[in-house]
């Protein structure tokens, strides 16, 4: 089911609606949903997915530049601040403030 994105997305949805029932978020009107990251205001989505790129893998520079380009982030393997494993990058959108949770997600597929 992981790579089915629709169906991933249902879960999510389904989940944090089940747990806003039982405990209320954090929300502010202009900033979105609050957390202890302000890289993470607004949405509060991170959408990625691991994949691997091993040509675009030996120029990061265009690598950082096509991803830019879809408004995603590339991360090492297992997050920020690591490096990518084999040629596996942990691709997610970069946006996360101005646009729905589904936009969010949209874009990191549509890229």
């Known amino acids: 089911m992981g790579g089915d994105l629709k ?3 249902k879960r999510l949805v389904t989940a944090v609606n089940d747990i806003e029932k039982r405990i209320p978020f954090s ?3 202009r900033l979105g949903f609050l957390t202890f990251c302000p890289t993470n205001l607004g949405t509060t989505v991170r959408a990625s997915v691991h994949i691997k790129l091993p040509k675009l893998a030996a120029d990061k520079a265009k690598l950082e530049e096509v991803a830019s380009k879809y408004h995603l982030q590339v991360r090492g393997t297992r997050g920020e601040h690591t ?7 942990d691709i997610s959108n970069k946006r996360r403030m101005g646009l729905t949770e589904y936009d969010a997600v949209k874009e990191m597929y549509d890229g």
């Open 7 to 9: 169906q991933v997305y």
């Open 27 to 29: 929300h502010h009107d």
């Open 83 to 89: 490096e990518a494993e084999g040629g596996v990058y």
